[in-house]
């Protein structure tokens, strides 16, 4: 089956590219470019366009006989999503209606979609499960809730097939050093901790050491990109044996605070990293865990390497290869 990937050229997308072709699958990247890397593809052709141009992505569509997309191309700063919104609701929503436009006139019927633990807003429970109301805190996970409420109703409307995949927090590298994360400017906080050990950075700062969690840092669920990879080939499979609509969260049921996600970075990189206590960051919650009963009765998914030790090893060798080129 050959598979259009949206946004492949970026971070997840990329890894997503490589496990497809070494799944034995033809793929086609559609991206602008705009926060993408055009040599995170290989192997794949590339079409530098726009996923909201309808009659390109039709055209592509028919051209490539694609069978299924996964949409990966959106904007995903949390920060820049609250001081414009209204960039994050015509990149993020507007283009992903003319997307499924797109997909309804050339009859490809499959989509999974690329979603966020920001959909549920401030957390009430943990592990948070899908059943757990989702009301977003900022636009970024306004966004991506109002493509899950569209692809809800095509497939009540029309029969769209499709996945959302409620990512936690997408951390590590492919294993062989060929990818990883680039974007500008980094804000995530692993990469953030290993540009400290690098010499890159002076040191990293800790947002916040007053919250209710057991070391006063905040609690995320850290899971491999290539673990959250396998879940979309599991979804691929799932829509292909005639799965309707689903939205499944992706985490590991295990959190890490910030203090424990540095100290397991020193332990293997060897370098003691600084680090420098700051206030809170406006909008973070004290955690979000992942329920991860549902990707694991559906999907049959579970990581596998989604541990902080591996995470932080595939994460340094992309950032050593990085300071070397
Ligand atoms: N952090 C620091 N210092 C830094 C960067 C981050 O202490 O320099 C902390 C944050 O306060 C947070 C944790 O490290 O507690 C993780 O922060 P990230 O920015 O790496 O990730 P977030 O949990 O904020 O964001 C992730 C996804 C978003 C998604 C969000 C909510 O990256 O796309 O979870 O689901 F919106």
Not at 71 to 89: C, I, M, Q
Request: with cysteine; glycine share 8%.
């Amino acid at each position: 089956m050959n598979v259009l990937v949206t946004g492949g050229a970026g971070y997840i997308g990329s890894h997503m590219v490589k496990m497809l072709l070494a799944h034995g699958r033809n793929v086609t990247v559609l991206d602008d470019l705009s926060t993408g890397h055009r040599d995170a593809v290989a192997g794949a052709r590339l079409v530098e366009g726009d996923i909201g141009d309808e009659a390109l992505v039709a055209q592509l569509l028919a051209a490539e006989a694609i069978g299924a997309l996964i949409h990966f191309a959106a904007f995903s700063l949390v920060a820049e999503s609250v001081a414009d919104p209204e960039k994050y609701r015509r990149n993020n929503v507007v283009k992903a209606e003319a997307l499924l436009r797109a997909m309804r006139a050339a009859k490809v019927d499959r989509l999974v979609h690329s979603s966020t633990a920001a959909v549920y807003g401030e957390p009430q429970y943990q592990p948070i499960d899908e059943a757990h109301p989702a009301q977003p805190v900022n636009p970024y996970g306004a966004t991506k809730l109002a493509v899950e409420r569209m692809l809800e109703a095509a497939h009540a409307d029309y029969g769209l097939h499709s996945v959302s995949l409620r990512y936690f927090n997408a951390a590590g590298a492919d294993p062989e050093g060929r990818l990883g994360e680039r974007h500008d400017p980094e804000t995530h906080l692993i990469p953030l901790v290993l540009q400290a050990a690098s010499g890159r950075r002076k040191s990293v700062q800790v947002f916040g050491g007053d919250f209710a969690t057991r070391d006063g840092t905040c609690v995320r669920d850290y899971v491999h990109v290539n673990d959250l990879c396998e879940a979309h080939l599991r979804a691929l499979d799932w829509l292909a044996g005639g799965g309707g609509r689903e939205a499944i969260n992706l985490g590991t049921e295990h959190g890490a605070t910030v203090l424990e996600v540095i100290e397991a970075a020193c332990r293997e990189t060897g370098i003691d990293i600084p680090k420098v206590m700051a206030p809170r960051r406006p909008g973070d919650p004290a955690a979000l865990v992942a329920s991860t009963a549902r990707a694991e009765r559906i999907l049959g998914w579970r990581p596998t390497r989604s541990d902080l030790p591996t995470i932080i090893r595939d994460a340094w060798r992309w950032e050593r290869r990085s300071v070397a080129s």
